[in-house]
């Protein structure tokens, strides 16, 4: 799936982290202060940073200018979040309540962590067929003018439904 935002200056994308999706975010023009775990850098036109899941991530606007990113993410989910949140187009925007909010996260298998939701690492509560866990060490990284910067993740545990995502076991 891809997404597409502008975002003026001083806007941000708060803290949360995708629950069975690998996100990859270009920054098309404009600067983005990135955190992702425990790392941060800021990345201008051109830089590109890759998120693994379960991995706390937010974005900010901290040039002065307008600032267009683009995110894929490695497996469909999360735009079950966009559609829960949004109105078709010529409709009025409604104001939805935390609990709307937190079940339209869940949906899209997103947490944020100001709205005070869990990760318990077990995918088998928003998963729906038989999941399975695996250990995974990974690696975010930051690309930015040429340069590749590694940002180790913090969460070690993840797992996928592999009836529902088609996806097979990965051997330990």
Known sequence: MLVTEDMAPGDAIPTHKHLE?????????????????D????L???????????TWVSLK?????????????SAPGFE???RCESVPTGEKPI?????????????????????????SGNQDSLSKGNAYRRTRTGLGYFVDRNRVRRAKVLDSASS???SRRGLRPKPS
Do not use: W
């Open 39 to 42: 790392q941060e850098r800021d």
């Open 95 to 119: 104001t939805i309540s935390l609990a709307e909010e937190n079940e339209c996260d869940h949906l899209g298998h997103v947490v944020y962590r100001d709205r005070g939701e869990k990760d």
């Open 44 to 54: 201008r036109a051109g830089g590109m940073v890759f998120i693994p899941q379960h």
């Open 21 to 37: 999706q690998d996100e990859i975010v270009l920054i098309e023009k404009g600067t983005i202060h990135a955190h992702v775990g």
């Open 160 to 162: 996928h439904s592999s």
């Open 61 to 73: 606007n901290t040039g002065t200018e307008p600032a267009s990113i683009v995110a894929i993410f």
């Open 80 to 82: 079950d979040h966009l």
